[in-house]
Structure formats: structure tokens, C-alpha cells
């Protein structure tokens, strides 16, 4: 039976005390949860541009290396940049990152929209017909130019460059054709120039720079454009770069280069846009016809402000996990380190604190008779006449049954038994001061 009491209240004890230290527990995980990032989706949409174009071919470049993290990259053609940002405004359109060519649109104060940076040179070849030579955008007036489609970034850099130089209106007559149907077209004779923005590797910008009877604009005017438009950069074509052999192109080429850039929603997954930028490193990383090796991709904020994960990944390189395990082992670790927080903040403190709330507990209930018993022996000191011997021992006797009924856990069990022997020198004081008491009034 005392073994039974004993279990008892050693298991309620466990109990109040342990209850509410696991709903603190559960309290602080379920807070800390509510911080846990979902994990990244299986897939990212990209918004690319126009067939044959340099955007679908860097996106099947990135296709390959996200691929091999398991994430797959899923393309959604489009006209071009206009028509990317537009897509990416509209809440009801999928699309999580998109091409944008730098100077296309400004981001808008209410816009969600960032960028990753600044990843490649897109100059702007303008090709034409004839046998002059043609270096200024003032001699395209009364010709028949194809600017592109509606919504690409081509036609709007082409627009205000035209616009500037004077020759957009009548006599010039603008056509749409843009990509491989510029192409086409210049070669049919349907158009006498095309303006193509693009990588030189681009399906329409290598067909034309190979093409009979087709010549590329050298633009001396280009350090002009630069200055009236912050967004362009003069780039340089050498001498015989495409083609040493074909002697592509003859002599040296001026043109104007805005940057093509990536923009993305502001709540796509973080882990997805370290692995894009990770990807555009390793592509973009590239010594190339404009640019030196690692000179892209860089931080430059151009139309959108830049992302916050992509100026931590500019500034301190692949997650540290990443660097030594694979995405999805690094990913699920970094989404559970915020369950760090409960275990160091609530369940460490606890696992000190909660043997000794148990201790407390069992030592009040002995420290309780302990009182009774030194109560006891205060009135017996003051004023032992008060009552007879066998009075005082009642008294203590209701004490004694009171800590001969109390449970005590095992190791407890010595301040039980230290309390119980205090009990019998009480009473070893209660037969001393009675006895002398009642000698006292004999005599008297």
C-alpha cells in the first residue's frame, strides 16, 4: 500500500509539473513552425521569348544544370520583355522568374517584382540591305524596318532610338517581324533593316551575320546613345570574332548593349532563386564576345530593386549548405533550424527547471508539517502550563499521523525520516516541560 501511495503521488507530481512544461514545449514548436518555410516546389516557370531567340537558349541551358538537383524548368514562350513583366504582374498568370532586357519598363511603387542582377550584354544589332554603307540611324528614313512584335524589349529600345534620331514616322514604314521572321523577311525582301536585341549565339542574330547581301550596322553614334540613355552600354564587335576564317565581321563594330537581367515574383521560393542564380553563374560565368570571364552575373539594380536572396548570394556565394550537400538534404536543413529556436529557448531551460519545480513540490508538503511541528513547539516554550501533558501530546500525535500519511518519493525518503525523528525530540520535549510544569504546581 505504501508503495502504491508512494507511485501515486510520485506520478502526480510527474504530472503537474510535466503537463504544463509539454504544453510549453508544443506552444513554442507550434510558434517556431509557423516561421518553417514550405518547402521549394519540384518546377520553376520561366517566361522566355520570341523562337530561336538567346532567352530559350540560356533557358535550356539552365534546364540542364537545375535538372540536376531535381528541379525541373518549365519554359513559356512569349513576344519578349514587355510581354514577361506583364505576365509577371498579372497574379493569374504562372510564372515565377521571366527575361527582362534592361530600359524595357521602370518598376512601379506598388510592384512585387525583383531582380537577380545583371546577367549578360544584350546589344542591339541593327542589320540592312544595299551596297552603301550605313553608320548612323538618321540614314534608315523612308526604309522599311522591322522593330519587332508587340510586347518584346527589341521594339521598344528600337522605337526610341528611332524616335530619336528622327526617322520613326513616314516616310519610315515599322514593321512587326521580329526573331526568325525578321530573318525571313530582310531575305525575302520584305524589309530593308531589322533591329534584333539579343546574345550573338541567337538563332536570328547568328542567321543574319551569315547571311548574303545582309550587313551589320557599326553605330558611330553609339557613345551619344549612352549618354542620353543611362540604361545602354557601348560594346565592341572585334574584327573576325564570329568567323576567323569567313572574316566575320570585316572591321570593328560599334554597338549599344542594354543588360538582360532575370525578374522574379517577390515570394518565389528563396532555395529556387539561390539555385537559378547558382545556375547563371555557371552560364553566364563565361569569357564571351562582350564580356570577360566572371564578369557576369553582378548586382546591378537596373529596372526593379534587387532581391534580398540575391544580394546575400552576390555577397557571400552558395548557401553554406549547399556547398556540401545536396539540395534537398540542404534545403530541409535549413527549413528545421528554426525548430533550433524552441529547444534552446523553452525545452533546455525546462530540463533544468523542471526537476527542480518537482523537488519543490514533494519538499513543500514535508516543510509543511515541519511548520505544524515548530508552531507546536513555540506554544509549548511560551506557555507549557496551557495544557496538560496528554493534551500536548494529541496535538502532536495529529502531526505525527499527518507525516506517517504522507507519500514520498524514494529520494526524498531522508528528509521524511529526519522530519519524523524531530517529531520524537518534540515529543521528548513536551514529556520534559509537562513534567517539570506539573512538579512546579505540586509544590506550590
Known amino acids: 500500500m505504501a508503495r502504491k501511495k508512494l507511485g501515486e503521488l510520485s506520478l502526480r507530481d510527474v504530472l503537474i509539473v510535466g503537463i504544463p512544461s509539454l504544453l510549453l514545449v508544443v506552444a513554442g514548436f507550434w510558434i517556431a513552425s509557423k516561421f518553417i518555410r514550405p518547402a521549394p516546389p519540384d518546377y520553376l516557370i520561366i517566361s522566355t521569348g520570341g523562337e530561336g531567340g538567346a532567352y530559350q537558349l540560356y533557358a535550356a541551358r539552365y534546364r540542364q544544370i537545375l535538372t540536376r538537383d531535381g528541379i525541373e524548368l518549365r519554359e513559356r514562350p512569349s513576344a519578349g520583355a ?48 544595299g551596297k552603301e554603307d550605313i553608320d548612323r540611324l538618321t540614314q534608315l528614313k523612308g526604309r522599311r524596318v522591322a522593330i519587332g512584335p508587340e510586347g518584346s524589349g527589341t521594339r521598344k529600345l528600337a522605337l526610341e532610338l528611332l524616335e530619336a534620331s528622327g526617322v520613326a514616322d513616314a516616310p ?16 525575302e525582301g520584305k524589309a530593308d533593316v531589322v533591329f534584333v536585341a539579343g546574345a550573338a549565339q541567337s538563332a536570328a542574330v547568328w542567321s543574319l551575320l551569315y547571311a548574303e547581301n545582309v550587313k551589320l550596322m557599326h553605330l558611330t553614334q553609339a557613345e551619344a546613345y549612352t549618354r542620353r540613355y543611362a540604361y545602354l552600354s557601348k560594346v565592341v564587335l572585334p574584327h573576325g570574332s564570329i568567323d576567323f576564317v569567313r572574316n566575320i565581321p570585316p572591321r570593328d563594330v560599334t554597338l549599344v548593349a542594354p543588360v538582360a537581367t532575370l525578374v522574379a515574383r517577390e515570394e518565389t521560393h528563396p532555395a529556387l532563386i539561390d539555385l537559378l542564380l547558382q545556375a547563371a553563374t555557371e552560364v553566364h ?19 526593379f ?13 552558395k548557401p553554406f549548405l549547399q556547398r556540401y550537400l545536396p539540395f534537398w538534404a540542404a534545403t530541409f536543413i535549413d527549413r528545421m533550424v528554426v525548430m533550433l529556436i524552441p529547444i534552446f529557448a523553452v525545452l533546455v531551460p525546462l530540463i533544468k ?10 519538499r513543500s508538503r514535508i516543510y509543511r508539517w515541519y511548520g505544524e511541528l515548530k508552531f507546536l513547539e513555540n506554544e509549548l516554550e511560551h506557555s507549557a502550563a496551557a495544557h496538560s501533558q496528554a493534551d500536548w501530546l494529541a496535538k502532536l500525535e495529529r502531526i505525527e499521523r499527518g507525516v506517517e500519511h504522507l507519500p514520498t518519493p524514494l529520494a526524498f525518503s531522508d528528509q521524511l525520516y529526519t522530519l519524523r525523528s524531530h517529531v520524537d525530540m518534540v515529543r521528548t520535549i513536551i514529556v520534559r516541560k509537562t513534567a517539570s510544569s506539573g512538579e512546579k504546581s505540586v509544590t506550590t
Open 172 to 187: 519610315t514604314q515599322l514593321l512587326d517581324y521580329g526573331g526568325l521572321s525578321a530573318v525571313q523577311a530582310i531575305q
Open 305 to 317: 530593386p534587387l532581391s534580398k536572396e540575391a544580394d546575400r548570394f552576390y555577397k557571400s556565394g
Open 285 to 303: 560565368g563565361e569569357p564571351g564576345l562582350f564580356q570577360k570571364p566572371k564578369e557576369f552575373p553582378k548586382p546591378t539594380q537596373v529596372d
Open 82 to 129: 514587355l510581354e514577361n513583366i506583364k505576365r509577371l504582374r498579372d497574379p493569374t498568370e504562372e510564372v515565377d522568374v521571366a527575361f527582362v532586357q534592361g530600359g524595357s519598363e521602370r518598376g512601379a511603387e506598388d510592384d512585387t517584382l525583383v531582380a537577380l542582377g545583371s546577367f549578360y550584354y544584350e546589344p542591339l544589332w541593327v542589320f540592312y540591305r
Open 353 to 362: 527547471i523542471a526537476p527542480q519545480l518537482y523537488g519543490w513540490r514533494v
